[in-house]
């Protein structure tokens, strides 16, 4: 049976080193994958990606790319999250599309509302995310700034800040997988610590494309886990306001 999303979250560690002689079903690792994608995302514009590698010689060449850090050597499976901001433009349509085909599925339509959700994809959205080598981001910047000393403005507007933007959602995605996977009882470790040209090569993904992250996967091994949960006292780090 599966563990509570509350199991789940106090069950998952980072695991450095995966029991050798248990595999991982393919269907199940990809199940978390699929409930990756459910996650929260910044306009649903779901700029990722998800790379689930079993091949043996690439999890070789991967692990290299990680420095041979022990969560990627020993990892049974890999699973990468990859950001894709440049995928923007797709994106957006696939959701014009949905939403035209809610629309016109309703009984009664709100022509109010279908008009507000259309203009958030189809003027917004690009005015967010066109960019030409950082110009319109600089400009729109400085509006920002200039209109926000009057009134609440949105400010996170040039190339880095949606970058940080797409890392988060693919971020959160990345957390529901592992906490997916941690309901099955299966361990994993993020990491960030790879060379993400090499990584990018060993995909054949774009020049665009960032990793998110490497996640190694597979059942801990013992002495897997490298000691107690450490964490600051939660009230050092919790405010009620
Ligand atoms: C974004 C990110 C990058 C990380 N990179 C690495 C890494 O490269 N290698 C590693 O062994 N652990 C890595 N970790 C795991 C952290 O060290 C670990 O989450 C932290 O020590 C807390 O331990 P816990 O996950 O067991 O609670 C990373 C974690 C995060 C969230």
């Known amino acids: 049976m599966e563990k509570t999303v509350s199991e789940a979250i106090e069950f998952r560690r980072s695991v450095r080193k995966y029991d050798p002689n248990q595999s991982l079903n393919h269907e ?30 690439i999890l070789k060449k ?38 035209k085909q809610q629309f016109e599925a309703q009984e009664v339509r709100n022509a109010k509302k279908e008009k507000r959700t259309l203009k958030y994809y189809e003027k ?20 920002a700034k200039t209109t926000g000393i009057y009134r609440p403005m949105y400010r996170e507007v040039n190339r ?30 993020p990491m960030e610590g790879f060379d993400s040209i090499r990584v990018k090569r060993i995909l054949n993904l774009p020049r665009k494309a960032e990793i998110s992250m490497v996640i190694g996967c597979g059942y801990r091994d013992e002495g897997g886990i490298y000691g107690p949960r450490f964490r600051v006292p939660f009230k050092d780090v919790y405010y009620s306001i």
Not at 128 to 141: D, S, T
Not at 163 to 179: C, D, E, G, P, Y
């Open 124 to 143: 917004l959205i690009p005015v967010l995310y066109r960019e030409f080598f950082g110009i319109f981001g600089f400009l729109k910047k400085v509006f």
């Open 160 to 189: 880095g800040d949606l970058r940080v933007i797409a890392h988060k959602s693919t971020a959160l995605a990345a957390q529901n997988f592992m906490i997916s996977m941690a309901a099955k009882g299966i361990d994993t470790c």
């Open 28 to 57: 199940d690792v990809k199940e978390c994958i699929r409930q990756a994608t459910l996650a929260a995302t910044s306009s649903n514009l779901q700029l990722w990606e998800f790379y689930h590698i079993t091949d043996s010689e």
């Open 62 to 99: 991967l692990s290299k790319a990680c420095f041979s850090q022990s969560a990627a050597s020993t990892a049974v499976q890999l699973v990468i999250p990859v950001v894709r901001k440049d995928l923007w433009r797709k994106r957006s349509t696939a959701n014009i599309d949905f939403h």
